[in-house]
């Protein structure tokens, strides 16, 4: 896969009781288009009120457990982009942590470790047992267990620190997620989190429509979504930043491998596979809607979300 990594081509940043939106490290994608913009600028506002869409469980976490267990050994080697997303949030943390942290879907256990090189007595949980046994194998330090977001199995308000990195957008109940984070956060607590939302791999869907191939989407929620959540279970809300995050890849075959190689390709339904012809017709489509020849860009929309508990 090709680690060609371009970052950040457009940063939106919301400040609560602010309305200034603030863009840096901006990069041109060739995939963007006036509606997508106007879209993203209205989604990544942050308002007193949200939408009250509900989330439909659409992906069993038994699958999607069962996805990121068999892409364990290789996860390391090919999530380059997830390591520069978690980087950016663990980089929005103090220098320092103190007390306990918990990492939610921890993967392999790098960025838990990382967390107790920061001070913290850290804890990762991930529903993956194939990640899980990696991490275990790999450091000694951080605790890792096998354990849900949806049901934490720690006591009230344990944690000083809480973070996650492109893992919750798997969970089938964002306001569970929410509740369970604001559950066993201190008092005085920050989580900081990394999700995935609605809008990423917008050029693979317009590929698939332009070449006439059934879409294989994985539901997200949107970033208004996962504020509602998180607002309704009374933790304060003090930092909203959304980043577009490209990877870009040689060929339609090293780009749909490194959505699938690193787990993250359940859908919720079987999909057909995709034969050689319907390939090339993806391939070509891709191309033109981009406007590129050589290298082919995913985007990765992400919120970075600043929760305090008080």
Known sequence: MDANLTMLYSEHSQQMHSKEMVNS??????????????????ENTVKGVFSATAIKPCISEEAVASRFSKAASKYNHLANIQKIIARTAIDNLPRRLTEEALDIGCATG??????????ANTTGI???EGMLAHAKATYALPAFVHASALNLP???????????????????????????????????????LAIMVDGSFG???????IAQLPQANTPMPSSNQ???????TGLRLSRVIVKDYVDSHSNIMALLRSVKGVGAG????????????DLNKLDMAYRNICGVKDKLPLTYRVGHYRLEKR
């Open 25 to 42: 490290n901006e990069v041109a994608n060739p995939c963007n288009n006036g509606d997508e913009n106007s879209e993203s600028k209205r």
């Open 203 to 209: 050029e693979l869907k317009r590929a698939r429509e």
């Open 266 to 277: 359940e859908t919720g339904r079987k999909q057909p596979l995709l034969t050689r012809h």
């Open 226 to 232: 996962w504020c509602e959540a998180f607002t309704q």
């Open 126 to 128: 991930d529903i993956a």
């Open 110 to 119: 790098t960025h838990t470790q990382t967390l107790c090189e920061m001070g």
């Open 154 to 192: 720690f006591s009230d308000e344990r944690f000083s620190t809480v973070f996650s990195s492109m893992a919750l957008q798997w969970v089938s109940d964002p306001r569970k997620a929410a509740s369970q984070i604001s559950r066993v956060l201190k008092k005085g607590g920050i989580a900081e």
